[in-house]
């Protein structure tokens, strides 16, 4: 520490003495209490690694004297205090540290160099699927098969933990990344040793999953971002960022009756994604805080990468402690959090001076409605009223190209004399017939035949996963349960809240009508929902049925959830378990009854709705400090499945012929030399995508084809489908990865005629393939890619595959209306460089097909802030345009002309062992 500005001071917290860089000795020369919370965190960071060169007096000062309305123009330089990990993305970063010092080994360094300088914590959260469902065996069966597909990459974790200093791992069947993060791992604040001195600092979080703003309910400032630069921070690299802006979200009142938090997030979605709020932050206040329990503040910040900004956070309040205490942290960490919160100007309460934010928006938290999102966006907000009429619209576009069919279940015939909701005959006619365990009846559009309680966002907050199984009880007492077409199923985020669910007995009650625990993990909400029953499947496929998923998630793209499942609504716990009962969207919950109770009389959702006073009185006697205790006191260890599970030894990683584990090829043939930002020329269109194209339609993380490139790489390689596992669990194998970018069943090149599919045309033939058997027939052809597509470009996941996929495929350049933050990023950190068409422009306007040849000149090394691009038809008629060059910072362009993040990192570690 540098300490240019004279802040280094003392605190003494529980008879100990902490090093702090001063924000009150800041304020002596500049006038803080304006800034937003989390500007003082960034601002805390800089003073804390002032050192001359990665942090300057300079930088310092552009923070502390922070214009809300500038433009961010000024680079400045974040280190995060540690790194969380779940396993889709963690195992590809493992992978990528062991490459490295396979490299750094050749470029004359030590293995050692490649480790983890800040803590670095995985939990394996992204396994489980949902294979088995609807009764007290789902859970061990789901577990049991997951060991079994993914023991080739538990074997290669436990070899990292072995391996790597700093390093650990949260066991399968433990939790959500998050809510293990929110529970347990986060600090709020951090101690730790520097030259013999003990530090208090912020605790701030890189987090290889978009969701890592979950922990921004707690007043930790964290994003999400890709592998690669979580690697990059873990080896000690910091992250390089424009100064933000920061969007202040004001709320007031408070939230009314039968409103949950999933309604409330779903409307700050809507709000913030209309308002844009791409690369800002975002940071709550107002007198509506004293109303949101911790869990709903969390629901919030989890859903920040929806609404596209950078962190959605809260600041430290009396709200935060409750929540420690409750959670099982230590009476000592709790007073060190309270103490360093009110000396540095982080605490929050009703004294707190207003922070100036770039722009406000406000909300009553009275005039929150019962809401969904669907039938593909999380932003698509929908009155629950209004749901049967967006079904409705969805369906005319989904279903355009096929037969009229029809739009509801007409009938169900059960035990009971359970019959279906009286729903009249549509016009598209009847629906196909199926029968499954003894039932049957007629399978029709808007059948719901997934419905989910899972995902980080939700299964954190009591009062909407209590309020599930309260509504389970009222429906199972009047004799209502599940239809029989729905696939069911709970993934709580931690067992912390199965802890809770049988103390009340509500567990139960939720079995009773269909749902059980079918694993600790992301399950529905990342794709791994599992196979539908085959009966319902052929039922889809003979009907071209548009069927759809309700759950309780925080992503519902297109294709994400099921391959056969066309329409997705995110939705509340209670109202999953209310649409499993209903099995249709075709139904107005406000009005028609979800079905016949047991005496033949109809049961509306009103009439099992519990209210906000049930489900406070269940949260008061349910939950307690000693079940984070109990759950988390032996966090790392595992089960003895885990522990059984054998590994290598060596700090050099042993390759072997694994289709889970590769040696990746981004480090081959590397030298100390670095390259320089040259012109594209005489580049082919891989892909003229449309707007919103997503992490998920870019490399999909759910099912693999056995017709695809990839299913036959596998087959290829003597694996049989069924143990085909999922995109996701493959993603520390380079060869199945690249043969999956692109590879979403519901993308959409234009540059086809209304062809679905990974598919492209291979220009110089004309002939339609798969994306990635035309790049490699470019690739063979020595030809330069791109890919051009429309706004919001590579929304969604963190994943780092979407880039690592791209530029194996030999994409040297997306040019595209407007990139999300994350993908942006880690397009750069992977050496493809993001262009971005003049406001107003977009490949339509400018009239290209993508059977165009491209040039891009005037990058001059990267110091040109635009390009000049020549699209030349087939006729020899040449296209100009001008686009703009997204390096946004100076370190961003040094990480460019070495090739990537990593190759710089190598670099710089193995210069220093030369040196």
């Known amino acids: 520490m540098q300490d240019s500005f004279a802040t280094r001071d003392t605190l003494a917290v529980n008879g100990k003495q902490y090093q702090i860089a001063s924000l009150a000795k800041l304020g002596q020369r500049f006038d803080l209490k304006r800034l937003p919370y989390s500007m003082k965190i960034l601002l805390e960071n800089l003073l804390r690694h002032e050192d001359g060169v990665n942090v300057t007096a300079k930088e310092i000062e552009a923070v502390a004297n922070w214009d809300a309305k500038k433009e961010p123009d000024t680079e400045i330089s974040f280190m995060p205090a540690r790194v969380v990990l779940q396993d889709f993305t963690g195992v590809p970063c493992v992978v990528d540290l062991a490459a490295m010092r396979d490299a750094v080994v050749k470029l004359g360094g030590d293995a050692k160099q490649i480790n983890p300088l800040a803590p670095a914590e995985l939990v394996i959260d992204h396994s489980v699927q949902v294979d088995v469902f609807g009764s007290e065996s789902a859970l061990e069966k789901n577990v049991e098969i997951e060991f079994h597909r993914n023991q080739e990459r538990y074997s290669f974790l436990r070899w990292g933990q072995k391996a790597f200093d700093n390093f650990k791992v949260v066991p399968p069947r433990t939790g959500i990344v998050h809510q293990v993060n929110l529970e347990h791992l986060a600090r709020v604040v951090f101690t730790g040793e520097d030259n013999g001195e003990s530090w208090a600092y912020p605790d701030t979080v890189f987090g290889t999953d978009s969701h890592t703003t979950m922990i921004n309910g707690i007043g930790v400032l964290g994003w999400g971002v890709g592998g690669i630069e979580a690697e990059a921070a873990m080896l000690g690299q910091p992250s390089s960022m424009l100064i933000p802006q920061v969007v202040g979200f004001k709320l007031t009142g408070k939230l009314s009756e039968g409103v949950t938090a999933t309604d409330l997030v779903l409307t700050v979605t809507q709000m913030l994604r209309k308002l844009g709020v791409v690369g800002k932050f975002v940071e709550f206040f107002g007198d509506g805080l004293k109303h949101l329990a911790l869990a709903d503040r969390a629901t919030i910040g989890n859903m920040a990468p929806e609404y596209g900004a950078t962190c959605g956070i809260f600041p430290v309040d009396q709200e935060a402690l409750n929540y420690l205490h409750l959670s099982g942290r230590t009476e000592e960490q709790i007073a060190l959090v309270e103490a360093y919160a009110k000396a540095q100007g982080l605490w929050h309460d009703e004294h707190t001076p207003h922070a100036e934010f770039t722009t406000t928006l406000e909300l009553d938290l009275a005039d929150v409605k019962p809401s969904m999102a669907g039938p593909k966006r999380p932003q698509d907000r929908v009155l629950l009223g209004d749901v049967r009429k967006s079904f409705k619209d969805a369906v005319v576009g989904l279903t355009a190209s096929r037969k009229p069919l029809a739009t509801t279940i007409e009938r169900f015939a059960g035990e009971g004399g359970d019959t279906a909701v009286g729903h009249e005959e549509s016009a598209f006619g009847k629906g196909e017939h199926v029968e499954l365990n003894g039932d049957k009846f007629k399978l029709g559009d808007g059948a719901v035949v997934i419905a989910a309680i899972t995902s980080c966002t939700n299964t954190s907050n009591p009062a909407v996963m209590l309020g599930a199984g309260l509504l389970a009880k009222k429906a199972a007492a009047k004799g209502l349960k599940a239809k029989p077409w729905v696939k069911t199923s709970i993934g709580p985020g931690s067992l912390v809240v199965s802890d809770y669910l049988e103390k009340t007995g509500l567990l139960k009650e939720l079995e009773k009508i269909g749902f059980y625990i079918v694993g600790y993990g992301c399950t529905t909400c990342i794709g791994n929902s599992g196979p539908l029953p085959v009966e319902i499947s052929k039922g889809i496929a003979d009907g071209d049925l548009a069927v759809a998923s309700v759950l309780s998630g925080n992503r519902n793209f297109e294709g994400r959830v099921h391959p056969e499942v066309k329409m997705n609504y995110l939705a509340s716990p209670p109202l999953v378990v209310a649409y499993a009962l209903a099995g249709t969207l075709d139904i107005d919950l406000t009005k028609d009854p979800i079905g016949n109770g047991s005496d033949g009389q109809p049961v509306y959702l009103k009439d099992i709705w519990p209210s906000n006073k049930e489900i406070s009185d269940t949260i008061a006697g349910a939950i307690n400090p000693a079940m984070f205790e109990k759950n988390y006191a032996d966090v790392f260890k595992g089960d003895s499945r885990w522990n059984h599970i054998a590994s290598p030894d060596g700090s050099v990683y042993q390759w072997n012929d694994s289709t889970y584990i590769k040696n990746p090829p981004y480090f081959d043939g590397m030298t100390m030399e670095t390259g320089k930002i040259e012109d594209i020329h005489g580049a082919r269109v891989l892909g003229l995508f449309g707007d919103s194209i997503t992490t998920d339609h870019i490399s999909p993380a759910g099912s693999i084809k056995k017709d695809s490139p990839a299913g036959r790489f596998l087959i290829s390689k003597g694996v049989e489908p069924k143990d085909f596992n999922s995109y996701g669990s493959r993603r520390g194998n380079d060869d199945v990865m690249v043969r999956g970018t692109f590879a979403n069943i519901r993308i959409k090149n234009l540059m086809l005629d209304g062809v679905e599919g990974g598919y492209t045309q291979y220009v110089p033939s004309g002939e339609q393939m798969a994306i990635y058997d035309a790049a490699m027939k470019y690739k063979a052809d020595k030809t330069p890619l791109v890919v051009l597509a429309g706004k919001e470009y590579g929304t969604g996941s963190s994943r780092d595959w979407a880039a690592k996929g791209t530029l194996l495929l030999g994409v040297k350049a997306v040019i595209a209306e407007s990139f999300e933050r994350i993908h942006r990023s880690n397009l750069v950190g992977m050496g ?48 100009e345009f001008t686009v703009k060059v997204l390096l946004l910072t100076p370190k961003e362009r040094e990480f460019f002309r070495h090739g990537g993040i990593l190759q710089y990192v190598l670099r710089q570690l193995a210069g220093k062992k030369a040196a």
């Open 832 to 879: 493809v460089l993001p262009l971005q068409f003049e406001d107003g422009q977009n490949a339509q306007s400018l009239g290209l097909t993508g059977k165009e040849t491209f040039d891009v000149a005037g990058l001059q090394d990267g110091k040109s802030k635009t390009a000049k691009v020549t699209a030349t038809d087939a006729d020899g008629k040449k296209k």
